[in-house]
Nanobody, 124 residues
């Protein structure tokens, strides 16, 4: 199973970006999908999470500005980021809890996977 993140880039403060993360491979089902970020010199932090059923949670710092969504048919999670601030500058990583197909209708215990990260830079 691989997660491929895309959509990062350079944007001015107040602007918007949309990140995408597509999972591929022998996927039986994906449960929770999350976005994390890591700024230079800081620990990785959870930005937003979404369950398979669409329940969402956000870090206080992004509430009202970021929206997480997913397309279960495409095994893809999105992060719409509006009103971006310089402090949002970080490498953004996607994460997924995956039941991996092992043959027929069989699947593995839940495994977690990370995307490669996509850099978001917000200039002031």
């Amino acid at each position: 199973v691989q997660l491929q993140a895309s959509g990062g880039g350079l944007v001015q403060a107040g602007g918007s970006l949309r990140l995408s993360c597509a999972a591929s491979g022998s996927i039986f089902r994906i449960n929770d999908m999350n976005w994390y970020r890591q700024a230079p010199g800081k620990q990785r932090e959870l930005v937003a999470s979404i369950t398979r059923g669409g329940n969402t949670n956000y870090a206080d710092s992004v509430k009202g500005r970021f929206t997480i969504s997913r397309d279960n048919g495409k095994n893809t999670v999105y992060l719409q980021m509006n009103s971006l601030k310089p402090e949002d500058t970080a490498v953004y990583y996607c994460y997924a809890d995956v039941l991996v197909r092992t043959g027929g209708t069989s699947y593995s215990p839940l495994r977690n996977y990370w995307g490669q990260g996509t850099l978001v830079t917000v200039s002031s």
